[in-house]
Nanobody, 112 residues
Framework: QAQVVESGGGSVQAGGSLKLSCVAS????????NRWFRQLPGQEREFVAA???????DYARGMRRRFTISADNAKNTMFLEMNRLKPEDTGVYYC??????WGQGTQVTVSS
């Protein structure tokens, strides 16, 4: 059974940082393109960043300046490091593996 589990969310003040982690089952993590999405209050889920098995990355417009996606393939783990957080970054952050498998999400709350 495929498993995808996010962690690392929490509450921070504006300007702070968080690093999210996503651990997936080994059988679904290999040779894939993996992504982070987020769902802000009252909005549709939106793409944040992607990383290929080879380490190539892509970001939604404006995300690259403050967010960094990375992965440790040996540990079937993907990360999203978020810096200079803003209250408008508040929402639930989801990990997506290979375009198919979703985690349960992790809440990020940024206070002003």
């Amino acid at each position: 059974q495929a498993q995808v589990v996010e962690s690392g969310g929490g509450s921070v003040q504006a300007g702070g940082s968080l690093k999210l982690s996503c651990v997936a089952s080994a059988r679904i993590f290999r040779n894939t393109v993996n992504r982070w999405f987020r769902q802000l209050p009252g909005q549709e889920r939106e793409f944040v960043a992607a990383i290929t098995w080879n380490g190539d990355t892509d970001y939604a417009r404006g995300m690259r300046r403050r967010f960094t996606i990375s992965a440790d393939n040996a540990k079937n783990t993907m990360f999203l490091e978020m810096n200079r957080l803003k209250p408008e970054d508040t929402g639930v952050y989801y990990c997506n593996i290979d375009g198919q498998y979703w985690g349960q999400g992790t809440q990020v709350t940024v206070s002003s």
